[in-house]
């Protein structure tokens, strides 16, 4: 079957951003929200006895929240596929504006929780139209205990428009507008935009073109470290001055918050990687052989084996990047493969590989129409296949709660990179089942391996170099010079010395430092995947895996992370034990790679 590259957001508003029914969508919730307001001021617990005026009030927030998560969905899609496209920019802060208007009736429902008695509180949870939302009622009520009065929280959710979300927003603009250019082994100059660069680090097989690519990629961010340490520099300090108004501690405390995670059981999972990370060393030492390498650089970590005995590897198109993914769904859950196909069917996944698309990968569902999208650049590597399996994972998980009410669809990113891993597992686990050679094996090994690299050493340099960081903002602005210092120690500690060249610009160039929205985007990917390893291991024991996996992914905006490993695996995530089975899985990746890859030295 042939599957276009291209998404199709007319299902969502058609006509694109003048779609006239985006249009309509802006003035209702604009309505919607006013109205909700008047609703909650108007409120009286007295006159509620049957909490029915109450449950009206969850679901008007939900409606709202719907609406607003589909609204940001549908402009921000058209601005990844085409950001140098300036239209797209006054109607994201159209549809921004109305998510800090939502902000006001939020906070004052928020804070109407405080005011319950424990058994009112009690009594309304257990409502039958309440009880599906409990734990986001009750977190809610947590978050209410922080809020400043109602100007003030007004005031500092007008000010991110200008602040934390238009600092983000700038560093897209700074990211869409970079190029560099290369000369490639038919000494052909090539020119690349920020996105495509990475993409050539991440797969040319040439090395010493990749090292090319790599030291015109360092410049490039190199040329732009000012704009950049300006953008991430007032970005931590908005969200700083944010966390410390709301009473926050420390700059982590936040983000475990927001992930329904304990300090202890983060502390817990970075030591079992630190010490483990030693198992790599072999790892790499054996790839750089068969690379001819004589050093391991930052644009090794994943570069393809290309010359291993008679092999030859070959690309995939997209149609039969979508036709293994849908098989291999299937072999542990029909109804994986039945959304992969639909999704592809459907025209759910921007996938063309060409300029002028936000670099990365990512999901959004769509909750009004009960449908989710997903960009990447297609390229026709075997990663690639890992990476649409990984965002289609995504997407499954929200599918799967579409029957809930729109809070439950509200889990954290640490659970949301649960799915979406596992996935891209299964699809690993495939390929190298799939090989018919012992050299197609460990070429598929090693492709395999560019996701525990990533989850224990790329995202802990990431982590070490995020955390000290804002330990220095605190004190002051953290130029570019000293950006670029902390970003290599981070390197050398969490890689223990494997690379002999590194990225000190990785600061500038890795989008995730500035998300707006989810303070520490790092740590919860190293979680999501260790829990899939968890999840993966555990499948091979269900009579029903589908059934049982589906159970969990349900409960996944309903209870803490500690309590829902709790539940449905058995497990004590503040223990080392569960963590240590995910790295002895890792370890018995490395070790087969090592044996079949011996003969080939």
């Keep these: 079957m042939t599957y276009s590259l291209n998404w199709n957001l007319d299902t969502i508003y058609p006509g694109g951003i003048h779609s006239p029914e985006f249009a ?82 939020l906070n004052a429902f928020s804070k109407l929780l405080t005011t319950f008695s424990d058994d009112d509180f009690n009594q309304a949870l257990a409502t039958p139209a309440i009880a599906p939302v409990a734990f986001h009622l009750k977190g809610l009520c947590h978050q209410a205990a922080r809020l400043l009065d109602d100007k003030t929280e007004q005031l500092l959710a007008t000010l991110k428009l200008d602040g934390l979300d238009a600092w983000s927003e700038h560093y897209d603009t700074i990211s869409a507008g970079l190029t560099m250019t290369y000369t490639d082994e038919n000494g052909v100059q090539q020119t690349l935009s920020a996105g495509q660069s990475l993409n050539r680090i991440d797969d040319y097989p040439d090395n010493t073109i990749r090292a090319e690519i790599m030291r015109q990629y360092e410049k490039m961010w190199g040329n732009a470290e000012n704009l950049a340490a300006d953008t991430l520099n007032h970005l931590a300090g908005a969200r700083l001055t944010e966390q410390a108004a709301h009473g926050y501690d420390d700059f982590l405390a936040e983000p475990l918050e927001l992930n329904h995670l304990s300090r202890q059981t983060l502390n817990t999972m970075w030591q079992v990687v630190d010490d483990n990370k030693a198992m790599f060393k072999d790892y790499f030492n054996r790839k750089a052989q068969l690379l001819d390498l004589d050093k391991i650089g930052w644009q090794d970590q994943s570069a393809p084996i290309t010359k291993l005995g008679d092999y030859t590897p070959t690309t995939t198109t997209y149609d039969e990047a979508a036709a293994f993914i849908i098989k291999n769904f299937g072999k542990y859950s029909p109804k994986m493969a039945a959304f992969a196909q639909h999704a592809f069917e459907n025209q759910w996944i921007e996938a063309e590989n060409r300029p002028g698309k936000t670099p990365g990968a990512w999901m959004e569902s769509v909750p009004d129409i009960h449908e989710s999208r997903i960009i990447t650049t297609f390229t026709g590597s075997v990663n690639d296949s890992a990476t649409i399996a990984h965002e289609i994972g995504h997407g499954f998980h929200t599918s799967v709660l579409t029957d809930l009410p729109v809070w439950r669809d509200d889990y954290a990113m640490n659970v949301a990179e649960t799915a979406s891993t596992f996935a891209e597992m299964l699809i690993a686990d495939a390929n190298v089942q799939a090989a018919k050679s012992d050299a197609e094996k460990v070429v598929l090994l090693d492709a395999k391996m560019a996701n525990p690299i990533a989850m224990f050493l790329n995202i802990r340099a990431r982590f070490l170099f995020e955390n000290s960081f804002y330990a220095e903002r605190q004190a002051g602005f953290v130029p570019a010079k000293r950006l670029n210092e902390l970003m290599s120690a981070a390197q050398e500690q969490a890689f223990g010395g494997i690379l002999d060249e590194l990225h000190p610009h990785f600061w500038a160039s890795k989008l995730h430092f500035y998300i707006n929205d989810v303070p520490f985007y790092n740590f919860p990917y190293t979680f999501g995947y260790l829990f899939s390893q968890g999840i993966y291991a555990w499948a091979q024991t269900q009579e029903n895996f589908e059934e049982a996996y589906i159970a969990l992914l349900r409960d996944t905006a309903n209870m803490t992370t500690e309590e829902l490993a709790q539940k449905h695996l058995g497990v004590d995530l503040t223990k080392p034990d569960f963590w240590q089975a995910g790295a002895d899985l890792i370890k018995q990746d490395i070790d087969e790679f090592l044996k079949l890859s011996e003969q080939f030295v």
Excluded: C, H, M, W
């Excluded at 029915?52 to 719907?66: C, E, G, R, V, Y």
């Excluded at 607003?68 to 601005?79: G, I, M």
């Design 24 to 105: 309509d969508k802006l003035k209702l919730l604009a309505q919607q929200i006013a109205d909700l307001k008047t609703a909650v001021n108007d409120y009286n617990l007295v006159n509620d006895t049957n909490f029915k005026t109450f449950s009206q009030l969850t679901a008007d927030n939900q409606t709202i929240f719907s609406g607003l998560r589909t609204a940001t969905l549908f402009v921000n899609a058209l601005s990844a596929a085409d950001y140098t496209n300036s239209e797209y920019r006054p109607y994201q802060t159209k549809v921004a504006q109305l998510s800090v208007a939502y902000q006001t009736p």
